[in-house]
């Protein structure tokens, strides 16, 4: 055998592909085969058991024109990214702000306020479903000792959305970890250079820590943008039978699309409506990314 | 060279491990089954979300039996949560290697035939004899075109359920309950008690334990949809009744009705259990209930009023059927033990250890006269069985199979005083039509 069959480099990168090959392959036969097929089945009245047969852009022309149901359901989801990502993303970052800080005893805070990421899933929401209940809930009665008549929440087409986001900004704890690691790691001179031009704490934060954790931001705005248009367990959980709540008001896109898939056995069209999502979601992240260099600051990049 | 042959060693590994997972179809079989089949013993694979503490034993114990009377099946049961089973289960006919029996939706049976999704038992057996067993009203659900896609098991019905002490306290007759919608109202304002502003106890009222959908069924002796889905929501009727329901919610006021609304969730604080409710629509299994957490309840069962004298006193009931789904291995043998399922011995056990009303007429009738149940048990479960005939279940049309996410929240909407029950009506008319047509 040829000792100089590969360089040191081709070597290298051999090595390298070896190392994602975990991830490629079970890309390809985990999510690229499903993917592909999905995107193939949404063009048929695929129904996982018997039929499937080629009904071209039917299922995309509907949901454009005739389903009001679809276009209640992506309002929702909209509504819900456009008020839980900049508030989570916001609510992380001063939290953070906060847990910065050198006082004393500040890791029973950190713990306390990381708690609720730690806990997860179907627990937390019938918790908050405890919590949000009109006259026994924690939420309304400590409304009331400063005399607020607090809303039905979950029972009031107006305030279901709202409820969500507020249980979301409960668990903002694992997002402020990432801002507080980051901002542990921005370096004391950069402050004790502004505080001897007399740079007051606002200012440090808004000129300093917010520019120095610019890359942590728009990584949490990518992926809870990705997350919030993702909302499925939440409304399933919280609404009766997983109906999507009163008048429709937490039928989020996940939810409709699954009632289509697994309740009506329209496959077909639900995967249409997933590929919707997808489009919608990719432009919004292309968007975000080109967007990016504008306002991200990476510390020692060469402006990319 | 070296690194290259272990690099090469490493890769040959990933790709037998991968290729090793096209070996994993039987992976769910133990060796004890493996065993069985080579001996030539059927394994029938039974799905259930029966897994509770006190459902659980129950079918366990029905499977056990009857893989005792034979030594040519072996039904093995898996449990699957609630909110699981059927989404694994058509995944599994997706893949091609489904269960031979699973516990599924009465009210769907109808739409997973004409999908594709289940066996016809029609076909396997022949014929349809074997309904002769079934209360009519649940065999004929599970029809799809003339042919069977799964046996009856369980069923429920509604019936109103009162406090009979709170009668007797305002001068009611209390073996007489309301007959008519006009009684109940009559009834409930006397049955009212108000302290100040607050309610010390509700006479009634009609959203607790059933939608608005019982509410126009009762009415008018069907669904609103049939299976053809033609729809008949926009109709005078119909807007009278929803303003009736909401007329109730008017006057009690909406506070008095959702702080009532939350006490439901707790069974100690339940207001028709503490007294506080007079009279309710509830399931008849509701009874458990009242035996496990207000022993004392001086309580009276009757069916749920009719519109008008005449009128009838619809019910309505959901349920459960045995299915084979389309793929079964061995469908000949998973039919056979759906027959013991059903069969007298099996119903009435399950009918009496769970308060169910079961498909099987003869068991239903046996049980209600079991020894098992207290005296009030007894009365309940004959009233429950009695109910049946006033009882329809409501499939879902094949063509418009989520016709509700398009109604309820209309509805919704005009209990919330957005709109009136004429547009509520009107709109989820159109809006169904719209469905139906979309999938015709």
Same mark, same amino acid.
Request: hydrophobic fraction near 45%; include cysteine; charged fraction near 20%.
């Given at each position: 055998?040829?000792?100089?069959?590969?360089?040191?480099?081709?070597?290298?990168?051999?090595?390298?592909?070896?190392?994602?090959?975990?991830?490629?392959?079970?890309?390809?036969?985990?999510?690229?085969?499903? @993917?592909?097929?999905? !995107?193939? =089945?949404?063009?048929? $009245?695929?129904? *996982?058991?018997?039929?499937?047969? #080629?009904?071209? /852009?039917?299922?995309?022309?509907?949901?454009?024109?005739?389903?009001?149901?679809?276009?209640?359901?992506?309002?929702?989801?909209?509504?819900?990214?456009?008020?839980?990502?900049?508030?989570?993303? @916001?609510?992380?970052? !001063?939290? =953070?702000?906060?847990? $910065?800080?050198? *006082?004393?005893?500040?890791?029973? #805070?950190?713990? /306390?306020?990381?708690?609720?990421?730690?806990?997860?899933?179907?627990?937390?929401?019938?918790?908050?479903?405890?919590?949000?209940?009109?006259?026994?809930?924690?939420?309304?009665?400590?409304?009331?000792?400063?005399?607020?008549?607090?809303?039905?929440?979950?029972?009031?087409?107006?305030?279901?959305?709202?409820?969500?986001?507020?249980?979301?900004?409960?668990?903002?704890?694992?997002?402020?970890?990432?801002?507080?690691?980051?901002?542990?790691?921005?370096?004391?001179?950069?402050?004790?250079?502004?505080?001897?031009?007399?740079?007051?704490?606002?200012?440090?934060?808004?000129?300093?820590?917010?520019?120095?954790?610019?890359?942590?931001?728009?990584?949490?705005?990518?992926?809870?943008?990705?997350?919030?248009?993702?909302?499925?367990?939440?409304?399933?959980?919280?609404?009766?039978?997983?109906?999507?709540?009163?008048?429709?008001?937490?039928?989020?896109?996940?939810?409709?699309?699954?009632?289509?898939?697994?309740?009506?056995?329209?496959?077909?069209?639900?995967?249409?409506?997933?590929?919707?999502?997808?489009?919608?979601?990719?432009?919004?992240?292309?968007?975000?990314?080109?967007?990016?260099?504008?306002?991200?600051?990476?510390?020692?990049?060469?402006?990319? | 060279?070296?690194?290259?042959?272990?690099?090469?060693?490493?890769?040959?590994?990933?790709?037998?491990?991968?290729?090793?997972?096209?070996?994993?179809?039987?992976?769910?079989?133990?060796?004890?089954?493996?065993?069985?089949?080579?001996?030539?013993?059927?394994?029938?694979?039974?799905?259930?979300?029966?897994?509770?503490?006190?459902?659980?034993?129950?079918?366990?114990?029905?499977?056990?039996?009857?893989?005792?009377?034979?030594?040519?099946?072996?039904?093995?049961?898996?449990?699957?949560?609630?909110?699981?089973?059927?989404?694994?289960?058509?995944?599994?006919?997706?893949?091609?290697?489904?269960?031979?029996?699973?516990?599924?939706?009465?009210?769907?049976?109808?739409?997973?035939?004409?999908?594709?999704?289940?066996?016809?038992?029609?076909?396997?057996?022949?014929?349809?004899?074997?309904?002769?067993?079934?209360?009519?009203?649940?065999?004929?659900?599970?029809?799809?075109?003339?042919?069977?896609?799964?046996?009856?098991?369980?069923?429920?019905?509604?019936?109103?359920?009162?406090?009979?002490?709170?009668?007797?306290?305002?001068?009611?007759?209390?073996?007489?309950?309301?007959?008519?919608?006009?009684?109940?109202?009559?009834?409930?304002?006397?049955?009212?008690?108000?302290?100040?502003?607050?309610?010390?106890?509700?006479?009634?009222?009609?959203?607790?334990?059933?939608?608005?959908?019982?509410?126009?069924?009762?009415?008018?002796?069907?669904?609103?949809?049939?299976?053809?889905?033609?729809?008949?929501?926009?109709?005078?009727?119909?807007?009278?009744?929803?303003?009736?329901?909401?007329?109730?919610?008017?006057?009690?006021?909406?506070?008095?009705?959702?702080?009532?609304?939350?006490?439901?969730?707790?069974?100690?604080?339940?207001?028709?259990?503490?007294?506080?409710?007079?009279?309710?629509?509830?399931?008849?299994?509701?009874?458990?209930?009242?035996?496990?957490?207000?022993?004392?309840?001086?309580?009276?069962?009757?069916?749920?009023?009719?519109?008008?004298?005449?009128?009838?006193?619809?019910?309505?009931?959901?349920?459960?059927?045995?299915?084979?789904?389309?793929?079964?291995?061995?469908?000949?043998?998973?039919?056979?033990?759906?027959?013991?399922?059903?069969?007298?011995?099996?119903?009435?056990?399950?009918?009496?250890?769970?308060?169910?009303?079961?498909?099987?007429?003869?068991?239903?009738?046996?049980?209600?006269?079991?020894?098992?149940?207290?005296?009030?048990?007894?009365?309940?479960?004959?009233?429950?069985?009695?109910?049946?005939?006033?009882?329809?279940?409501?499939?879902?049309?094949?063509?418009?199979?989520?016709?509700?996410?398009?109604?309820?929240?209309?509805?919704?909407?005009?209990?919330?005083?957005?709109?009136?029950?004429?547009?509520?009506?009107?709109?989820?008319?159109?809006?169904?039509?719209?469905?139906?047509?979309?999938?015709?």
């Amino acid at each position: 055998m040829n000792k100089r069959f590969l360089t040191h480099k081709q070597k290298e990168g051999l090595a390298g592909y070896i190392f994602v090959m975990p991830f490629i392959v079970g890309f390809i036969a985990l999510t690229g085969g499903p @993917l592909v097929f999905s !995107f193939i =089945a949404s063009f048929t $009245n695929y129904n *996982v058991a018997s039929d499937m047969e #080629f009904i071209g /852009i039917e299922n995309y022309a509907q949901l454009f024109t005739a389903d009001q149901i679809f276009m209640t359901a992506l309002w929702n989801t909209v509504y819900f990214v456009l008020f839980s990502v900049p508030l989570t993303t @916001l609510g992380a970052l !001063f939290l =953070a702000a906060l847990l $910065n800080q050198d *006082v004393p005893g500040m890791r029973v #805070f950190r713990t /306390i306020y990381y708690l609720p990421a730690v806990l997860s899933g179907v627990g937390v929401y019938l918790l908050w479903m405890q919590l949000l209940d009109p006259t026994t809930g924690l939420i309304n009665i400590a409304l009331g000792w400063f005399g607020i008549d607090g809303p039905n929440w979950l029972f009031d087409p107006d305030w279901t959305k709202p409820s969500l986001i507020l249980m979301k900004m409960w668990s903002v704890g694992g997002s402020m970890l990432l801002y507080l690691a980051s901002m542990q790691g921005i370096s004391k001179s950069l402050y004790e250079a502004a505080e001897i031009d007399g740079a007051s704490g606002w200012k440090k934060f808004i000129f300093i820590t917010v520019p120095m954790v610019t890359p942590i931001i728009f990584f949490d705005l990518v992926t809870s943008t990705i997350g919030a248009f993702q909302i499925f367990q939440e409304a399933y959980v919280m609404t009766s039978n997983g109906e999507g709540g009163p008048a429709n008001s937490l039928l989020f896109y996940n939810l409709y699309l699954w009632n289509k898939a697994f309740e009506a056995f329209d496959m077909g069209y639900a995967m249409a409506m997933s590929w919707v999502l997808f489009v919608i979601v990719f432009v919004i992240t292309i968007f975000n990314l080109k967007l990016a260099p504008r306002w991200v600051h990476y510390e020692g990049g060469d402006d990319k | 060279m070296v690194s290259w042959k272990k690099t090469g060693v490493a890769l040959g590994g990933a790709l037998l491990m991968l290729s090793g997972c096209a070996g994993f179809t039987t992976g769910d079989e133990t060796e004890e089954e493996t065993a069985l089949e080579e001996e030539g013993v059927e394994i029938v694979d039974f799905w259930t979300f029966w897994g509770s503490e006190t459902r659980r034993p129950i079918i366990d114990k029905i499977v056990a039996d009857f893989n005792e009377s034979q030594d040519e099946i072996e039904v093995v049961h898996s449990y699957y949560p609630w909110g699981d089973i059927w989404t694994k289960e058509l995944a599994a006919i997706g893949a091609g290697d489904p269960p031979d029996v699973v516990i599924n939706d009465i009210n769907a049976t109808a739409l997973r035939g004409m999908e594709g999704q289940a066996e016809s038992l029609t076909a396997i057996m022949g014929n349809n004899d074997i309904s002769e067993r079934f209360y009519p009203e649940l065999w004929e659900a599970t029809l799809y075109e003339g042919e069977s896609y799964g046996l009856p098991f369980n069923t429920d019905t509604r019936m109103l359920f009162y406090n009979k002490d709170a009668f007797e306290e305002v001068g009611l007759d209390p073996e007489a309950p309301p007959a008519t919608w006009a009684e109940l109202e009559e009834f409930a304002l006397m049955l009212d008690e108000k302290a100040g502003e607050e309610y010390e106890r509700i006479g009634f009222y009609p959203l607790w334990g059933v939608g608005y959908d019982v509410w126009l069924t009762n009415l008018n002796g069907e669904n609103y949809i049939d299976q053809e889905g033609n729809v008949s929501l926009a109709t005078e009727e119909n807007a009278e009744v929803l303003n009736w329901l909401k007329s109730w919610r008017d006057r009690l006021g909406a506070d008095t009705v959702d702080s009532f609304k939350a006490k439901f969730e707790s069974n100690q604080g339940h207001p028709f259990l503490s007294g506080e409710l007079g009279m309710m629509i509830a399931n008849m299994n509701f009874y458990t209930q009242i035996r496990d957490y207000a022993p004392d309840l001086n309580f009276g069962v009757a069916p749920i009023p009719e519109y008008e004298p005449g009128n009838g006193f619809t019910s309505w009931g959901g349920g459960f059927v045995a299915e084979i789904p389309k793929g079964s291995d061995s469908p000949e043998a998973a039919l056979e033990f759906m027959k013991y399922l059903t069969d007298v011995e099996a119903q009435t056990y399950w009918a009496v250890q769970n308060f169910d009303i079961v498909a099987n007429r003869e068991a239903a009738e046996l049980a209600a006269q079991s020894e098992e149940f207290s005296e009030d048990g007894r009365m309940v479960y004959e009233a429950g069985t009695e109910n049946m005939e006033h009882t329809i279940l409501t499939p879902v049309p094949t063509v418009a199979p989520d016709f509700y996410t398009l109604v309820n929240p209309e509805v919704d909407e005009f209990l919330l005083g957005e709109q009136t029950a004429e547009e509520a009506l009107q709109n989820a008319q159109e809006a169904v039509e719209a469905l139906v047509e979309q999938n015709q």
